[in-house]
Every structure is written in C-alpha cells, then in structure tokens.
C-alpha cells in the first residue's frame, strides 16, 4: 500500500515503516542463518567454516546491489513528495534495465575469481574446493538478488515496506524446510545449501514483480517503458556508485578481518562465522530503522518540509537508542544458548563466540547512532558522508583488528569494531550540525 509521509503522525510512520523492514530483513539474513546452523550441525565444522569464509564475498555482492538500489529508491522517495509519478516511473525503468547488465557481470566476474580471491583470502586448502563451489553457486543467484531488491526498493520508496516482507517470508519459510529436508534428513550435502538459498532469492524476485503488476499501477514498466533515461542514469550512478561503494565498505572490511581469523584456526573460524551471523541479526533493527528514516527524510526535502524533517530524524533517533536497550540485554542473556545454535555441543567454540559477545552486547549502541546518522544523510542525498563515514569506521576496525586480536583473540574484533564506530561519530555529528546550522541545503 502507498504511503505519503509528508502528512500524518511521525512515529507511527517510522514505526509502521520499520517493523515490516525489520521482519523482512531477519527473513533475508535467516537463508544464510539456516545454512549456517544445518551445514554446521549435520555436516560439521568444516563445512561451516567454508559457508563463514564465502560469507563476505556474498555481502559484497548483496550490499554493493543494495546500495544501487538505495540510490534509486531515494529519488522515486523524492519524486514521489513532490507528486512527480512520471519521474518514478522512469527511474524505475532505468534501474531495471541498467539491472540487467549489471548482475550479468556480477556472475561472469565472480565465477572466474572464486578460487584466486579464496585462496588470497588464506582459506585453508581442507575446505578451499568446498567453499569455491558454494561460493559460485551463490553468484549465480546475483540477478534475482537484483530484481528483487530494485522492485522492493521501489516499494518502499512510495512508503509500502509490508509487502516486500510478506515475499520474503515464504521464501525463507521455504529455503529452510528444504535444507532440513536435502541436507538434513538425505545429507545431499554443502552444495545443495546453496542451491536452496538461490531458489529462494528468485521465487521472492518473481513474486514480488507479480505483486506490482497486479496492484501498484505507479510502478507498472509496459514493454515500450523499458528505456534508460541518460539524465535519470547519471543521477542513479551518482548516489546508487557512492551508495554502493558505501554498502561494500563493510564486507570488504570482513574479508580483511577474516584474513587475520584464519589462521587461528579452523575452531576460531566457525566462532567468528557464528558470531557474524548473531551480530547481523543484532544490526537488522538499527538499519531498518536508518532506512524508515531515510524514506521519511527523502520525501520531506521533496515536499520541502524542513521543520518536519527535523523531528522525524530525532524520532529515528530515540527509537534506535530504546532497540539497543532490548538487544543489549537479550545478548548478554542469551550468547550461549545463539552460539549453541549454531555448533551444538562444541563447548570450545561456544566458549570463545560468548566472550565476544559478551563484550560487543554493550558495543551495539554505536551502530545504532550512525546507523541513525546515515540514514538522515542518505535521506538528504549526502552520499559522499555515508561514504567517507563508513570508510573511516571499516579502516579503524580493520586496522584496530590486526593490532588486538594477536593479543585479544577474538575479543579484540569487537574493541575494533568499537574504535571504529566511535570515530565515525566523531565525524558524522559535526556534519549533521553544520547542516542545520546553515540556511543552504548540502549536497552530495
């Protein structure tokens, strides 16, 4: 359902925004989980080791996608403010089709890279071949990832965030009961694992494409519509590129960081893929919370409406410091039992996912304050500060990670990930100021 947020009651509309990418988002990250948790009890550690060590690569990919995305989504979010319907529908036809090129190279490149990245990636040669072939299995599935992300982005650029949720949850209902079902009950293996996770990315593309074409007539591309607009194009590359190189800063940041986990060890490289996917469950929230206020913000400036803007950004702001309260607690409580989700009875293991994640529960606070901060500045097309912001957090974790977890072990990634997140704030709270503080509007 279209939602205009330039009217209407503030945290409701962030909340009733959110709450559906919140779900959507856990359904998303629950593939890889369930792949995780069945690979890791079923088939063992090394197996979980191999999906852990092709995880970054796949993030790489689902992020830099997201991030051309979101750069999308934030001009039909101001076009759509401004009641400008021809212009949403023309950028949706120019992601569409700039799409379609852009995946195909994703699976060209990526299955020629595979083993060379791996191996630079000092994966252990037990598992090397093992993790080459889910890894390119996955990169198959970049197109669906695509389209479905471009038309749920699309959506929730006109404020509908339930519907992409409703897709995604049959598809994650679906790729795990088939992974309990190949690899669980007829043990078919790691590659069926994979297998699994790609039919679920292009049934919820299909279906969501499906949904637009029967219900949303603002969004709906006739077979003549399907033109690149060159002026839409630039503008797309100019915040979906910056967005994107954004996006990947992060899981280029966990590629280097698993470079210095593994040669620990194939027991610390099943911890630190455990404790990857709790955090990502932990981060979900923080993030759908920056994207209701990006939306929020992004129609606003089309409408104009400074005042309003305002006060939705301090709403987004209080609600990410009231998830952390939740989450902090929830962690503290429940590391054990995450970690023994995901390896069973492997006391070792489990002992050194907890102690981390006992130390990172109180550490989420900073995510949710720049995950607040980027959304505003997204919002507000400040792409060059989601940029610079995020390049400074990943180049202080990393370096910070090389530094400590010598010393640390695992404990020393999240007092990295601390140090970094604490001088981004550094940076992005000065910027936020000045652009209130000054009569002009800034741009990216």
């Known amino acids: 359902m279209v939602k205009d947020m330039t009217e209407g009651n ?7 925004y959110a709450i559906p990418l919140i779900l959507g988002n ?14 890791g009890r079923f088939i063992g550690k090394e197996a979980l080791a191999a ?3 092709a995880s970054p690569v796949m ?19 101001n076009f759509f403010g401004a009641k400008k319907e021809e212009l949403v529908k023309k950028e949706m036809a120019t992601t569409a089709v700039f799409g379609v090129y852009f995946s195909l190279i994703i699976v060209a490149l990526g299955i020629l890279v595979t083993p060379p990245l791996l191996r630079a990636l000092h994966v252990p040669a037990e598992i090397l071949d093992t993790a080459s072939v889910y890894l390119r299995i996955i990169f198959l599935g970049a197109p669906f990832t695509f389209f479905y992300n471009a038309v749920a982005s699309a959506l929730k650029s006109v404020g509908d965030s339930k519907t992409p949720l409703k897709f995604l949850a049959f598809c994650s209902v679906l790729n795990g009961v088939l992974d309990v079902i190949f690899i669980g009950i007829f043990h078919f293996g790691i590659v069926c694992s994979a297998v699994t996770t790609v039919v679920a990315e292009a049934l919820s593309a299909i279906l969501c494409i499906f949904y637009v074409y029967r219900n949303i007539p603002l969004l709906q591309l006739r077979p003549g519509e399907f033109q690149l607009d060159r002026s839409l194009l630039k503008q797309t590359l100019q915040y979906g590129s910056v967005t994107a190189l954004q996006q990947s800063c992060q899981p280029v940041g966990k590629l280097l960081i698993q470079g210095a986990v593994n040669p620990m060890g194939v027991d610390v490289m099943a911890a630190f893929n455990a404790v990857e996917k709790i955090d990502a469950y932990a981060f979900i929230p923080e993030q759908s919370i920056s994207h209701a206020i990006t939306t929020f913000v992004a129609q606003n400036s089309g409408a104009r409406n400074e ?8 709403t987004g702001m209080i609600l990410e410091f009231c998830y952390w309260i939740l989450i902090c607690t929830t962690t503290l409580v429940l590391r054990v039992p995450f970690m023994k989700l995901f390896v069973g009875g492997a006391s070792d293991i489990v002992a050194l996912g907890s102690s981390y994640l ?22 507000r097309k400040h792409m060059k ?20 977890t010598p010393k640390m072990g695992l404990p020393g990634v999240a007092f990295a990930c601390a140090a970094g997140w604490a001088m981004m704030l550094a940076v992005e709270i000065p910027y936020y100021l000045k652009s209130f503080s000054s009569k002009t509007t800034f741009t990216a």
């Open 385 to 404: 500060m989601t940029l610079l912001g995020t390049f400074i957090q990943t180049s202080l974790r990393v370096v910070f990670v090389y530094v400590l």
């Open 51 to 53: 999906v852990g060590t």
């Open 10 to 16: 503030i945290p409701r509309h962030l909340i009733d």
């Open 59 to 77: 993030n790489i990919i689902i992020l830099g996608i997201s991030g051309i995305c979101i750069g999308s989504s934030v001009l039909m979010s």
């Open 307 to 314: 005042e309003r803007i305002r006060k939705g950004f301090r």
């Open 26 to 39: 856990l359904f998303q990250l629950t593939y890889n989980a369930v792949d995780s948790i069945i690979v």
């Open 358 to 379: 006992g130390i990172m529960a109180f550490f989420y606070l900073f995510p949710g304050f720049t995950n607040g901060m980027q959304g505003y500045f997204r919002g």
